[in-house]
């Protein structure tokens, strides 16, 4: 099959390109994914610097456009539909739908009652405290008459449980009652 010289000069060119890495504008921008003029800006602003060809050395460009270039200032192409970004873009998504769910389940189970704000919890605990250090501390004043006469341990120790007792019953059959009293 014959062919023809603007071919053999195509052929020629790719080879010493290959083997030199060097790169015309056009040939860096497709290697980069970005546009000819972002290259020309970056080669005008001194990012990155031609050879005495007018060419650019792949490696020396590549580390000169990894140094100089801000990543925050680079613009992703409109255009540039990678799967990177498909990817990307359906998992977010789907992280997103995620994050909606669990938002409506949280909402629904708050207005359905099953769910309380942490606030309320921990006052409630706190005041459910008080009361058993409160009732508990109590004790001594309501049984104290009652143990004078006695002298024998196992009387004082039956009156002890019994109050002990009593208390903790009210207590856990009227855990939120703020103004039980022993009787």
Do not use: C
């Not at 001194?46 to 005495?52: A, D, P």
């Not at 004078?148 to 341990?153: D, F, H, Q, R, W």
């Not at 019994?162 to 009787?183: F, G, M």
């Amino acid at each position: 099959m014959p062919i023809n010289a603007s071919q053999n000069k195509s052929s020629k060119k790719s080879k010493l390109n290959q083997d030199t890495f060097e790169l015309s504008i056009k040939e860096y921008a497709e290697h980069r994914n970005v546009s000819v003029v972002a290259v020309r800006k970056a080669i005008k602003s001194g990012r990155i610097t031609l050879n005495q060809n007018k060419k650019l050395d792949q490696k020396l460009a590549d580390s000169q456009w990894f140094e100089n270039t801000n990543p925050a200032k680079q613009r992703n192409s409109a255009d540039n539909n990678s799967s990177d970004d498909k990817i990307s873009y359906h998992r977010s998504r789907a992280i997103r739908e995620d994050y909606n769910a669990k938002l409506t389940k949280l909402q629904f189970e708050r207005e359905s009652g099953k769910l309380i704000p942490i606030e309320e919890v921990k006052i409630q605990a706190f005041n459910s405290g008080r009361r058993i250090r409160d009732r508990l501390l109590n004790m001594p004043d309501h049984i104290a008459p009652q143990l004078v006469s006695k002298t024998s341990i196992f009387e004082i120790k039956n009156i002890l449980k019994s109050e002990l007792t009593k208390i903790l019953e009210e207590l856990s059959t009227h855990p939120y009652h703020e103004n039980s009293s022993v009787k």
